[in-house]
């Protein structure tokens, strides 16, 4: 039996149809990619150093706290220095006098610049540590667990039961409630699109909602040891999961939000 034309022609046109909707999905729904310099950069500045610019900052405001950690992350202090005292003198990044500096090194503290304005983990009063009161905390991230069943996804802040713990930033609740591993854990997706968790809480705070608006420095709850922290000293744990559903090491930020408290 011949097939019309016409039905063929309609065919083909529905096909095409329902793929340029697939592809559409999907690309709206893809997961932004993160270049893979940043957070090893990110990770690699000392808090010390990030410190150090922070008080430089608030000593002169007109030099941006970018700009000084660029330099001073990239540059030995020889070369740094006169890039320095010419932001000091009001002279704009883009006009910097590189002097004999090579350009692939000026191309490095201009994509570092570029790194922290666009990820500001480390801007003055932008982020804040998430434990309010005394706390001690180590790198153990990636260490085995349930006898290397899995591996550790985040940072164990220990201190005393129902000491007050915090978002660390601004963004909205995604979870609550209790979960297998996490017990009584609050999920919060950040203004910067990362997703921060918060878990073996002793409570959650009873006035967060799914969806609701947070602050950085507002409550989220108590350190406990619910889930499957019941055997263990009481402790936060902390984690922060990237757009692209990468979990990532939260203690270099950490030290950071701490020696800025």
């Given at each position: 039996?011949?097939?019309?034309?016409?039905?063929?022609?309609?065919?083909?046109?529905?096909?095409?149809?329902?793929?340029?909707?697939?592809?559409?999905?999907?690309?709206?729904?893809?997961?932004?990619?993160?270049?893979?310099?940043?957070?090893?950069?990110?990770?690699?500045?000392?808090?010390?150093?990030?410190?150090?610019?922070?008080?430089?900052?608030?000593?002169?405001?007109?030099?941006?706290?970018?700009?000084?950690?660029?330099?001073?992350?990239?540059?030995?202090?020889?070369?740094?220095?006169?890039?320095?005292?010419?932001?000091?003198?009001?002279?704009?990044?883009?006009?910097?006098?590189?002097?004999?500096?090579?350009?692939?090194?000026?191309?490095?503290?201009?994509?570092?610049?570029?790194?922290?304005?666009?990820?500001?983990?480390?801007?003055?009063?932008?982020?804040?540590?998430?434990?309010?009161?005394?706390?001690?905390?180590?790198?153990?991230?990636?260490?085995?667990?349930?006898?290397?069943?899995?591996?550790?996804?985040?940072c164990d802040l220990f201190g005393k039961e129902g000491t007050l713990i915090v978002s660390i930033?601004?963004?909205?609740?995604?979870?609550?409630?209790?979960?297998?591993?996490?017990?009584?854990?609050?999920?919060?997706?950040?203004?910067?699109?990362?997703?921060?968790?918060?878990?073996?809480?002793?409570?959650?705070?009873?006035?967060?909602?799914?969806?609701?608006?947070?602050?950085?420095?507002?409550?989220?709850?108590?350190?406990?040891?619910?889930?499957?922290?019941?055997?263990?000293?009481?402790?936060?744990?902390?984690?922060?999961?990237l757009t692209n559903g990468q979990w990532i090491n939260p203690y270099p930020f950490l030290a950071?939000?701490?020696?800025?408290?």
């Open positions: 039996m011949k097939i019309p034309a016409g039905y063929l022609r309609e065919l083909f046109q529905f096909s095409l149809l329902i793929l340029v909707a697939v592809v559409a999905w999907q690309f709206l729904h893809s997961s932004p990619s993160v270049a893979s310099d940043v957070y090893p950069y990110l990770s690699s500045l000392s808090p010390e150093l990030v410190k150090q610019c922070a008080q430089e900052n608030r000593i002169s405001p007109t030099t941006s706290w970018e700009d000084l950690l660029a330099i001073r992350s990239t540059l030995p202090e020889n070369d740094a220095q006169p890039l320095i005292d010419q932001l000091r003198t009001h002279v704009l990044f883009a006009d910097l006098n590189w002097a004999a500096l090579p350009l692939n090194t000026v191309r490095t503290v201009q994509r570092h610049r570029k790194i922290l304005q666009q990820y500001p983990y480390y801007q003055p009063n932008k982020y804040t540590f998430p434990v309010i009161g005394t706390t001690w905390f180590e790198d153990s991230f990636g260490a085995d667990r349930e006898r290397g069943k899995r591996r550790h996804e985040g930033s601004g963004g909205r609740v995604e979870e609550l409630g209790w979960n297998r591993l996490g017990g009584e854990r609050v999920g919060i997706r950040g203004d910067d699109g990362n997703y921060y968790y918060y878990a073996h809480l002793q409570y959650i705070s009873s006035v967060l909602v799914k969806g609701q608006r947070i602050e950085a420095g507002e409550p989220v709850g108590s350190m406990g040891h619910t889930g499957d922290a019941f055997t263990t000293p009481d402790h936060l744990h902390f984690g922060i999961e950071v939000w701490k020696i800025l408290e």
